[in-house]
């Protein structure tokens, strides 16, 4: 099993750092999210930076997933606006930034890039909310299937595709595409999904290419260092196992920042450690 650490983890640190903070601590991987402050995608040397950031991973022997969560990348006073929900002239600017993400990822090489739907406007009906989402994320898919990209889908705790049922729908509306699959958080499967964690994980198996996880408990999305929350670790990561998983599991602890390097330290100490755990029942 390899084992990732979130870049909107350590916003304190410039991403060279970040990358080498990482790696030094022994992960396989970085979950990169571009930022204004990390591979900002509308620099006007983007091409330039991501080329130095492939380089580096190489240097490092990082593995990457792309994930596009950055809360004010697109407006500087609304969080995560606009969305894939909005009316197509208003969801352009996010479908712009995906599809950015997606060169981006292609040209990092990258495992997946990450995304989810958005919270539904209250301008916007629901059956709006669902024709804009899948148009949206058609665009996008034809992006990622010309660039050779995997697309990982994320459920959001309160977002018009909060759960694994709600993703399951998203990919027969789309016709089950072969490049759309899953991105799961552990946490979340805590928070709201009607079933166990372990048993969360083997319903997600057949879709999954990215996985998140921290602590959670249920009801409350909270990202939890390991430990603080509810979830009994080692059999979920021995299901992960069991279903054959082999991307990253990316530690997912966006308001550690001002701790990230100690985080990350005993994040994959717990996460070792958990893992033999499982195995050894």
């Not at 699959?181 to 979340?188: A, E, K, P, R, V």
């Amino acid at each position: 099993m390899r084992f990732a650490y979130g870049t909107n983890g350590l916003t304190n640190h410039r991403l060279d750092e970040a990358l080498a903070v990482v790696a030094a601590l022994g992960y396989d991987g970085v979950a990169l999210t571009l930022d204004a402050g990390h591979l900002d995608p509308y620099a006007s040397d983007i091409g330039h930076q991501v080329g130095r950031v492939a380089k580096r991973l190489g240097e490092l022997g990082l593995a990457v997933v792309i994930e596009t969560g950055g809360r004010y990348v697109l407006d500087p006073f609304r969080k995560h606006h606009p969305t894939l929900l909005h009316p197509v002239e208003t969801a352009a600017a996010r479908i712009d930034l995906l599809c950015r993400a997606v060169r981006i990822g292609a040209d990092l090489g990258a495992e997946a890039v990450s995304f989810w739907s958005g919270i539904r406007p209250p301008e916007v009906t629901a059956d709006d909310a669902w024709d804009n989402l899948a148009r949206g994320v058609a665009t996008v898919l034809d992006e990622a299937v010309a660039r050779d990209v995997t697309l990982g889908f994320e459920p959001e705790p309160g977002m018009l595709v909060e759960d694994i049922s709600g993703f399951e729908g998203l990919h027969a509306l789309m016709g089950s595409p072969e490049r759309l699959g899953l991105t799961l958080d552990i946490g979340h499967c805590r928070c709201l999904e009607p079933i166990p964690v372990p048993d969360c994980v083997r319903r997600a198996g057949p879709y999954l290419v990215n996985v998140q996880i921290e602590d959670m408990r249920r009801g409350v999305h909270e990202h939890l260092e390991f430990g603080e929350g509810e979830i009994d670790f080692p059999p979920v990561l021995a299901a992960l196992d069991e279903v054959g998983y082999r991307g990253l599991v990316g530690v997912e602890l966006p308001r550690h920042s001002h701790a990230g390097p100690a985080v990350a330290e005993r994040s994959l100490r717990f996460l070792r450690e958990n893992q033999k755990g499982g195995q050894d029942r």
